[in-house]
């Protein structure tokens, strides 16, 4: 990375509200000053220290234009739930009924993911329902005609869903939908590959699901037990 790019990352990190940042030591000992810094320059700690929920809605702030999404979106859908959870819920990006009421999964898919969350929960006999975890999604902005987020907006605004992980330290993470799994895991495999299995994020340990507007599709019964398997191992993994 050289200097310039180095110095426009940095920009980047305080502009979402990342005051401080440490590096490792850069690997090469000839490494001069003035000299291109190798790759190996290890960027950044993404969560300022102490970095709270409370904080990082008010990076956001009230009118973020940061990307694109900004155009059409009505309200930022930052997330909700309990901040002490240890289990997150990450999807992809506010729908119609989020954009409008400012919360995440509230509409159709939201009332499959708690009747999901809350059943297979009961079934178990794990004593949690969904306000005892936190749900937010890797864009905080409506997407156009509910279109997949672009890498960009995925990368921009990703930021601030990392630094949420940060703040949360949650056991587990359900990343729902291949956007959610892809911001995570950075792989282009699909969510029918990636299911099931643990992988992990930094070192918080992900499991892929379908996300839920995917299981209200008619034909889609097979993913539907299978993402009902999924949420049974997490919850399992995480509460017992
Ligand atoms: S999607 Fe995120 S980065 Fe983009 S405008 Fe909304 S809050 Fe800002």
């Known amino acids: 990375m050289t200097r310039d790019e180095l110095r ?5 990190y305080q502009d979402l509200g990342v005051d401080e940042i440490y590096l490792r030591p850069i690997s090469s000992p000839d490494s001069v000053e003035g000299a291109t810094l190798t790759a190996t320059t290890a960027i950044p700690s993404l969560a300022p220290e102490g970095d709270t929920l409370l904080k990082i809605r008010q990076d956001i702030g009230d009118d973020c234009r940061r990307c694109r999404l900004c155009e059409a979106r009505s309200k930022i859908v930052f997330g909700s739930g309990n901040e002490q959870s240890s289990l997150v819920f990450v999807g992809e990006g506010p729908g119609a009924d989020e954009d409008a009421q400012g919360f995440p999964f509230v509409g159709r898919a939201g009332q499959l993911l708690t009747q999901m969350i809350e059943n297979t929960a009961s079934k178990e ?10 749900i937010c999604n890797v864009v905080k902005c409506r997407p156009p005609e509910n279109r997949t987020p672009q890498p960009d907006e995925m990368e921009i605004c990703g930021q601030f869903l990392f630094r949420q992980l940060m703040a949360i330290r949650p056991k587990a993470i ?6 959610a799994a892809k911001a995570l895991l950075g792989t282009k495999e699909g969510v029918t590959k990636l299911r099931g299995k643990w992988h992990k994020w930094r070192d918080i ?12 599709r008619p034909y889609n019964q097979d993913a539907k037990r299978e993402a009902w398997e999924d949420l049974k191992k997490v919850l399992h ?4």
């Open 8 to 12: 426009k990352h940095l920009n980047f």
């Open 125 to 134: 006999g794990i004593p949690i329902r969904r306000p005892d975890v936190y």
């Open 174 to 179: 359900c990343a729902m939908g291949s956007t």
């Open 205 to 216: 340990q992900v499991m892929v699901t379908y996300h839920p507007s995917y299981l209200l």
């Open 237 to 240: 993994f995480v509460y017992d």
